[in-house]
């Protein structure tokens, strides 16, 4: 589910959860910066023992048969995952790609944010498929900004595609282990952080 702007904060001002978080994924995604910002551990020896596991993928490099391997060891236990796409600082890193990627090898997933570039190609914000906002990310907490009709044109497929999938999972989809949700994750930036720590807080109500 995608979420409300009201619940969008500085992702610096998150106090830490107490969800149990299981990271994984190939060492060019750097899953210890994703672990290290959500609490999270990195390869666990017991992998189902969690509230939440998170895969991490780099564009650039693709995902390594271990992550698959594991993601299919978590089917019968409805761990819920979130994909945490990371790379952005690399204009060549198409979130996208990443997301036929993980569809292809791990299960059909959902985004509820595209990735919007500046002018030199780098990531710089996000659009919610939700309410059609724009998240812009040069400032912490993010600029909320209304969309541009371009930007509805461009984007009218992948919504399309979110919506249905939110109707047909439901609300409590992604903590029923049931919809996967690949979220753009730039730390530095802050790009996306405030999103993942949003779905961490639904498993926590």
Not at 40 to 58: K, Q, R, T, Y
Not at 61 to 82: F, H
Not at 147 to 157: I, M, R, W
Request: aromatic content about 8%.
């Amino acid at each position: 589910m995608a979420i409300p702007s009201s619940n969008l904060s500085d992702p610096r001002s998150a106090v830490e959860s107490s969800a149990r978080i299981h990271v994984f994924g190939h060492p060019s995604a750097d899953p210890e910066a994703i672990a290290h910002e959500f609490g999270g551990v990195i390869n666990p020896p017991n992998p189902s023992e969690c509230d939440l596991a998170i895969f991490v993928i780099n564009p650039a490099t693709g995902i390594d048969p271990e992550s698959i391997a594991l993601w299919e060891s978590l089917n019968d236990s409805m761990v819920p995952r979130l994909i945490a796409v990371t790379g952005l600082e690399n204009p060549e890193a198409d979130f996208d790609d990443a997301v036929l990627l993980a569809n292809r090898v791990f299960d059909l997933t959902v985004t509820p944010y595209l990735v919007l570039h500046d002018d030199s190609g780098v990531a710089c914000a996000l659009i919610s498929l939700e309410d059609m906002q724009i998240y812009d990310y040069s400032t912490l907490p993010p600029k909320i900004l209304p969309s541009e009709p371009e930007h509805h044109t461009l984007v009218q497929e992948f919504r399309s595609e979110y919506l249905a999938a939110i109707d047909v999972m439901g609300k409590d989809g992604f903590a029923a282990g049931l919809m996967f949700p690949a979220i753009p994750v730039w730390i530095e930036k802050g790009i996306g952080v405030d999103v993942v720590r949003n779905y961490i807080a639904q498993l926590e109500q």
